[in-house]
């Protein structure tokens, strides 16, 4: 793949998953200046994609979680492309999806733990249920029919209905356990009812980063820290909406 297929690609799903976060750069300046110049972690966009980035005013956060989703994307890809078109070419694929799923935990374990650092065990939580459906998957559709015969209608119902019990339970349990009807967003604009917040990419309640109009039944200043309810949806494909500011949790310093 070359360097500008690289870049159409960041762009193309750059612009379904992200909107506009850019606070977390200036909050991590300080950070990244003490840290030496050839760790691999250090919190900084390519300059081949920073344009888009800075379109949207996306931050580091939104970067490492793109390139997350990407490689997910690809292991997922990969699998089609192995169960569908090339089931016998087993050691080209595996290897593929061996390498894919590897990156994924060392991403996990190291930029996404800098990233969203409170956050952290939601983020590691999602990958790992992603890996997990992955290789189940897997290992369902390539075993499974060897039990019917090739006749049976059961060869091919039943790996398709516990593909999906496998993938509906996996996402149900984690909305369960880390899903939340509330985010937090940075006020930009205060006037009247209303405001403008800027919120960052936040997977707990599935909103998407980007500035946000919301109504503000109390009173609220630029620079605030806010709590903001969201409206999710049942199955939650759009992403969730910001709806109000509830709460201000942390006041400007300015006057």
């Given at each position: 793949m070359t360097e500008s297929s690289i870049v159409r690609l960041f762009w193309e799903v750059g612009n379904i998953i992200l909107g506009a976060d850019r606070r977390a750069s200036a909050c991590r300046a300080q950070e990244n200046r003490i840290?030496?110049?050839?760790?691999?972690?250090?919190?900084?966009?390519?300059?081949?994609?920073?344009?888009?980035?800075?379109?949207?005013?996306?931050?580091?956060?939104?970067?490492?979680?793109?390139?997350?989703?990407?490689?997910?994307?690809?292991?997922?890809?990969?699998?089609?492309?192995?169960?569908?078109?090339?089931?016998?070419?087993?050691?080209?694929?595996?290897?593929?999806?061996?390498?894919?799923?590897?990156?994924?935990?060392?991403?996990?374990?190291?930029?996404?733990?800098?990233?969203?650092?409170?956050?952290?065990?939601?983020?590691?939580?999602?990958?790992?249920?992603?890996?997990?459906?992955?290789?189940?998957?897997?290992?369902?559709?390539?075993?499974?029919?060897?039990?019917?015969?090739?006749?049976?209608?059961?060869?091919?119902?039943?790996?398709t209905f516990l593909a999906f019990v496998i993938i509906i339970s996996a996402f149900a349990a984690f909305r369960i356990k880390y899903g939340r009807n509330f985010t937090y967003g940075l006020v930009e604009e205060s006037r009247g009812g209303f405001a403008l917040v800027r919120v960052g990419y936040d997977i707990r309640s599935n909103v998407k980063s980007g500035v946000y109009p919301v109504e503000s039944s109390i009173k609220v200043r630029k620079g605030d820290t806010v709590k903001l309810r969201v409206a999710r949806p049942l199955l939650g494909l759009g992403g969730a909406k910001v709806k109000a500011i509830t709460e201000v949790v942390g006041q400007s310093t300015s006057a």
């Open positions: 840290k030496p110049t050839r760790d691999k972690n250090r919190q900084i966009i390519p300059e081949k994609i920073r344009i888009f980035f800075e379109k949207h005013y996306a931050g580091w956060p939104e970067y490492v979680m793109l390139k997350a989703q990407i490689a997910i994307l690809l292991l997922f890809l990969t699998t089609v492309v192995y169960l569908v078109l090339l089931p016998n070419e087993n050691l080209i694929f595996l290897t593929l999806l061996s390498i894919c799923s590897g990156y994924l935990i060392y991403q996990t374990k190291t930029q996404l733990r800098l990233a969203f650092k409170r956050e952290y065990p939601a983020y590691r939580c999602f990958v790992v249920i992603c890996i997990t459906i992955n290789w189940s998957l897997l290992l369902l559709l390539r075993l499974l029919p060897t039990v019917f015969s090739m006749e049976s209608d059961l060869n091919i119902i039943m790996p």
